[in-house]
Structure formats: structure tokens, C-alpha cells
């Protein structure tokens, strides 16, 4: 992806003197931290679109509040660099797809501190928005991933840079109220950005108030790590709103998903990646905790699945609201000594459990097609208990689409 680097406009008398030893051109700067200094802070905002070049930055990119800036390639934070992002920016993407996008590399953080009155907005800067114009937002931890051997790092779908590692506690930054909309560009065919991407980021990472709005791929999706989410919103994805894979096992906490006409499930989740293998040792699974979720379709008619549990994965559900779907939970896996995806299993031995759930217009609420031969009392208890997420409160003002 380096020798796609597009240059872009030079930042209006302003840049960074940081640009790696890739393909990307040198940007001479006079100021390491500021893009725009708005003459010292004194302006208010002009209105003025500022443009960020398509680079590496191996110093800090501070973009000030309430401005509106534009990039038309790939900008990506080297380790070390902090991208600084005020209360009430708008980041505006040429929509030409994947090669747009953000990348926050290992080592590297994003501190992106918006509020529910001025949010964090990362959008198409296309006149006519639509889902798949740009990349989205990439972050890349040093926590375990299950993907790989000992202390190795795998490398991301888009971009080929390196995630993965042995640091639990690692931080990547601060997301809060931030809004990617538009994303889901495709490289290929199988490889594809999402709203957010989670690659090995760790429980040192903040994440709080976050919302992937009409994405062309996965709203949120977690390979590895630890991170603990809390208050995800996904509406409108146009494949999974909430996926993870490759032995994920943070938290997600206060989530509300709700599907548009063109959609797959709700959560889907695997054990490991599939296209990879479980190349861990000691071998684990993913296995997050998932609390407080409401889960919107569009009818029991469509023929949609709400969650996918497959390739062994694990978790712990508690309180599950499900609306609209022709099945509820949908379990994959096989069986035997060397099952590689012993979803059932996880039933079994209680690493995948489901406490107070409630259906409402569900056909079908269990569909096991592990192998396993378990009741359903064993996945799942307190039928008709959950009440889910407070969406109507915590999500006011600052997300779109509901």
C-alpha cells in the first residue's frame, strides 16, 4: 500500500517534518505539533477546509477543534507520533475508496476526545455520501492474537502493517464520541476496511461513544486484542455490524445495532481466523464479554441471523435484546479429538454462556450446527429478561441514523 501513497495538498503553511524512509515524499514543517495554529488560537473557525497530506508521520499531527479537515490517502501515525484530535473536527476523505483511510501504527496513539455536543466525525467528502468511499480508521496494537506463533505479529488486511504481540495492557489512545461514516472501501475481493479496525489493540487503549454509520463492510471489528469497548453504535453496515476473530477477548459493553436494507448478522464471531488457523501455543479462543446489546433487523422474515458464534469461539452474553431476525443465535463447529472449531465444546465446559436474553419477532432463537449435542438451557437462561441498551439515552445528539 506504501507505493499507492498518494501525496495530496500540502498543508497550507504548515507541516510535518516526519514522513518515514518509504515511497511517500519527504513534507518539510515548521511546526511538529500544530497543522492549523488558527493565528495562535485566537479565530474561530473560518470554515476553511485544511488539507493533510498522504504520509507517514513519525511526529505528532494535532488537527484543532472544531476545524475541518480533508485527506486524500493514506495517513498514517509511525510509532512514536501521536495523532492529537480536538472536539468537533470533521475529517472529510476523497471518496476514491481503501487507498483513504487513517492508520494509527503500533506504538503510535490516537487521542481523538470529542463530546456528545461536538463530536469527532470521520466522513466521505464526497457531495453525494455513500457506503465504501473511503477506508476507515486502523488501529494496531502489541496485545495476543491467536493468529500467529510465539511473539510474531501478523499484518493488516489494508496497509500490511503489524499487529499482534504479548502486551496486554498496551494503549493505542483515547476514541470518544467519535462518528466513521461512509467506509468499507475494497482493496480486493477479500480484502475490505471496515468502520473500525482492531488489530491487537490493547485494554490500555480508551474506547467510549463510538459509531461506524453506512459502511460498505464490518461496522466494528476486533482481530485480537483486549480492548474494552463501551457504548458501540452500528447502523446501517452493509456485512457484519459487530465482528471479531483471531482470539479477541476484551469487553464489549453498551452496544446498539440496527440493520439497513442491505446487511449480514449482527455479530458474527469466530474463535480464530479461519483463512490463518489457530497458530497459537498454549492454543486459545476468542472469549470477550458482551453486556447490555440490542440488536435491530428487519423482520423474522428476512432470513437473517442476529449472531454467529463459529470457528470455537467462546464469550460470555449477559442481558441480549433480539428484534427482527429469523434466527438468534446461530451455532457453527465441528467435533472430535482434533476439532478445529469446537464452538460446542465451548457450550459444554461454560466458556459460551448466555444469560437474560430476550426475542421479540424471532423464529428461530437457538440453531446449533456444532455437532454437540447440548440443551438449550446449557447456552442459554433468563428467556425474556433482557431488556438491553439504553440506546435512547447515552446515544442522544451525537450519533446519526437511529
Same mark, same amino acid.
Not at 498522504?54 to 493514506?74: F, H, K, M, N, R
Not at 482470539?247 to 449482527?266: L, M, Q, R, S, W
Not at 445528539?397 to 437511529?402: A, H, L
Given at each position: 500500500?506504501?507505493?499507492?501513497?498518494?501525496?495530496?495538498?500540502?498543508?497550507?503553511?504548515?507541516?510535518?517534518?516526519?514522513?518515514?524512509?518509504?515511497?511517500?515524499?519527504?513534507?518539510?514543517?515548521?511546526?511538529?505539533?500544530?497543522?492549523?495554529?488558527?493565528?495562535?488560537?485566537?479565530?474561530?473557525?473560518?470554515?476553511?477546509?485544511?488539507?493533510?497530506?498522504?504520509?507517514?508521520?513519525?511526529?505528532?499531527?494535532?488537527?484543532?477543534?472544531?476545524?475541518?479537515?480533508?485527506?486524500?490517502?493514506?495517513?498514517?501515525?509511525?510509532?512514536?507520533?501521536? $495523532? !492529537? +484530535?480536538?472536539?468537533?473536527?470533521? &475529517?472529510?476523505? *476523497?471518496?476514491?475508496? #481503501?487507498?483513504?483511510?487513517?492508520? %494509527?501504527?503500533?506504538?503510535?496513539?490516537?487521542?481523538?476526545?470529542?463530546?456528545?455536543?461536538?463530536?469527532?466525525?470521520?466522513?466521505?467528502?464526497?457531495?453525494?455520501?455513500?457506503?465504501?468511499?473511503?477506508?476507515? $480508521? !486502523? +488501529?494496531?496494537?502489541?496485545?495476543? &492474537?491467536?493468529? *500467529?506463533?510465539?511473539? #510474531?505479529?501478523?499484518?493488516?488486511? %489494508?496497509?500490511?502493517?503489524?499487529?499482534?504481540?504479548?502486551?496486554?495492557?498496551?494503549?493505542?489512545?483515547?476514541?470518544?464520541?467519535?462518528?466513521?461514516?461512509?467506509?468499507?472501501?475494497?482493496?480486493?475481493?477479500?480484502?475490505?476496511?471496515?468502520?473500525?479496525?482492531?488489530?491487537?489493540?490493547?485494554?490500555?487503549?480508551?474506547?467510549?461513544?463510538?459509531?461506524?454509520?453506512?459502511?460498505?463492510?464490518?461496522?466494528?471489528?476486533?482481530?485480537?486484542?483486549?480492548?474494552?469497548?463501551?457504548?458501540?453504535?452500528?447502523?446501517?453496515?452493509?456485512?457484519?455490524?459487530?465482528?471479531?476473530?483471531?482470539?479477541?477477548?476484551?469487553?464489549?459493553?453498551?452496544?446498539?445495532?440496527?440493520?439497513?436494507?442491505?446487511?449480514?448478522?449482527?455479530?458474527?464471531?469466530?474463535?480464530?481466523?479461519?483463512?490463518?488457523?489457530?497458530?497459537?501455543?498454549?492454543?486459545?479462543?476468542?472469549?470477550?464479554?458482551?453486556?447490555?446489546?440490542?440488536?435491530?433487523?428487519?423482520?423474522?422474515?428476512?432470513?437473517?441471523?442476529?449472531?454467529?458464534?463459529?470457528?470455537?469461539?467462546?464469550?460470555?452474553?449477559?442481558?441480549?435484546?433480539?428484534?427482527?431476525?429469523?434466527?438468534?443465535?446461530?451455532?457453527?463447529?465441528?467435533?472430535?479429538?482434533?476439532?478445529?472449531?469446537?464452538?460446542?465444546?465451548?457450550?459444554?465446559?461454560?466458556?459460551?454462556?448466555?444469560?437474560?436474553?430476550?426475542?421479540?419477532?424471532?423464529?428461530?432463537?437457538?440453531?446449533?450446527?456444532?455437532?454437540?449435542?447440548?440443551?438449550?438451557?446449557?447456552?442459554?437462561?433468563?428467556?425474556?429478561?433482557?431488556?438491553?441498551?439504553?440506546?435512547?439515552?447515552?446515544?442522544?445528539?451525537?450519533?446519526?441514523?437511529?
Amino acid at each position: 500500500m506504501k507505493n499507492n501513497l498518494l501525496l495530496g495538498l500540502a498543508i497550507t503553511a504548515l507541516l510535518f517534518n516526519s514522513c518515514s524512509t518509504d515511497d511517500t515524499a519527504d513534507i518539510n514543517i515548521t511546526d511538529n505539533s500544530v497543522i492549523n495554529n488558527n493565528n495562535g488560537g485566537t479565530d474561530s473557525g473560518s470554515g476553511e477546509e485544511i488539507a493533510i497530506s498522504a504520509a507517514e508521520y513519525s511526529s505528532d499531527l494535532v488537527l484543532d477543534a472544531d476545524q475541518t479537515y480533508t485527506i486524500s490517502g493514506p495517513v498514517i501515525m509511525a510509532d512514536g507520533a501521536n $495523532l !492529537i +484530535i480536538g472536539e468537533g473536527v470533521t &475529517i472529510k476523505a *476523497v471518496a476514491t475508496g #481503501a487507498d483513504v483511510y487513517i492508520a %494509527i501504527s503500533q506504538g503510535a496513539k490516537i487521542i481523538a476526545n470529542g463530546t456528545a455536543a461536538k463530536p469527532i466525525v470521520m466522513t466521505s467528502g464526497s457531495a453525494n455520501p455513500a457506503a465504501g468511499q473511503w477506508g476507515g $480508521l !486502523i +488501529i494496531l496494537g502489541k496485545a495476543p &492474537i491467536n493468529s *500467529v506463533t510465539g511473539t #510474531a505479529t501478523s499484518t493488516s488486511e %489494508i496497509g500490511s502493517l503489524p499487529y499482534g504481540g504479548t502486551e496486554t495492557s498496551d494503549s493505542s489512545g483515547i476514541l470518544r464520541y467519535v462518528r466513521v461514516e461512509y467506509s468499507g472501501g475494497a482493496a480486493d475481493g477479500s480484502s475490505e476496511n471496515n468502520g473500525f479496525s482492531f488489530y491487537g489493540v490493547g485494554a490500555g487503549t480508551t474506547v467510549d461513544y463510538i459509531q461506524a454509520y453506512e459502511g460498505a463492510d464490518d461496522g466494528i471489528e476486533f482481530f485480537g486484542g483486549n480492548v474494552e469497548v463501551n457504548y458501540a453504535v452500528v447502523i446501517n453496515a452493509q456485512d457484519d455490524s459487530i465482528d471479531w476473530t483471531e482470539g479477541f477477548t476484551g469487553k464489549v459493553t453498551n452496544a446498539y445495532v440496527k440493520h439497513g436494507a442491505d446487511h449480514d448478522k449482527g455479530f458474527e464471531c469466530d474463535g480464530y481466523n479461519t483463512d490463518i488457523g489457530n497458530l497459537s501455543s498454549p492454543k486459545f479462543w476468542s472469549k470477550p464479554i458482551v453486556t447490555d446489546v440490542t440488536i435491530v433487523g428487519l423482520g423474522s422474515s428476512t432470513g437473517n441471523e442476529a449472531i454467529r458464534l463459529r470457528a470455537g469461539t467462546q464469550g460470555i452474553f449477559n442481558n441480549i435484546l433480539i428484534e427482527g431476525f429469523a434466527e438468534g443465535f446461530d451455532l457453527d463447529g465441528d467435533t472430535g479429538a482434533n476439532s478445529n472449531n469446537p464452538t460446542g465444546t465451548g457450550v459444554i465446559n461454560g466458556d459460551l454462556d448466555v444469560t437474560n436474553v430476550t426475542f421479540t419477532d424471532v423464529t428461530v432463537q437457538l440453531k446449533n450446527d456444532t455437532g454437540d449435542t447440548f440443551a438449550d438451557a446449557d447456552f442459554m437462561t433468563g428467556i425474556g429478561n433482557a431488556t438491553g441498551t439504553d440506546y435512547a439515552t447515552w446515544g442522544a445528539n451525537w450519533t446519526v441514523g437511529n
